[in-house]
Nanobody
Framework: QVQLVESGGGSVQAGGSLRLSCATSGSIFSINAMGWYRQAPGKQRELVARITSSGSTTYPDSVKGRFTISRDNAKNTVYLQMNSLKPEDTAVYYC????????????????WGQGTQVTVSS
């Protein structure tokens, strides 16, 4: 099985920065994509940033230009640099991995971390 462990969350004032990390453990055969999602109280989980195995990135308009996702392929670790944070960025941030754990798997599966809280005060 694979485990995803997020770190780097915390409390910051508006305009500040945080860097989230997501470390993976366990045997992974291949990774299709890794990403960050967030969920604020009473809201649905939403995509924050995504990076594919080829390095292609995706951001919603709400974070474009402020957040940057990067990946260390050797460590299967993904990072999220968050700058110019706003109170509306407050949420639990989850790491996601889409991939295969063995050569016998036909389809990619989705795996989630436990989440890390990010709180931005005005």
């Amino acid at each position: 099985q694979v485990q995803l462990v997020e770190s780097g969350g915390g409390s910051v004032q508006a305009g500040g920065s945080l860097r989230l990390s997501c470390a993976t453990s366990g045997s992974i055969f291949s990774i299709n994509a890794m990403g960050w999602y967030r969920q604020a109280p009473g809201k649905q989980r939403e995509l924050v940033a995504r990076i594919t195995s080829s390095g292609s990135t995706t951001y919603p308009d709400s974070v474009k230009g402020r957040f940057t996702i990067s990946r260390d392929n050797a460590k299967n670790t993904v990072y999220l640099q968050m700058n110019s944070l706003k109170p509306e960025d407050t949420a639990v941030y989850y790491c996601n991995l889409i991939g295969k754990l063995s050569t016998t798997e036909i389809y990619n599966r989705s795996y989630w971390g436990q989440g890390t809280q990010v709180t931005v005060s005005s």
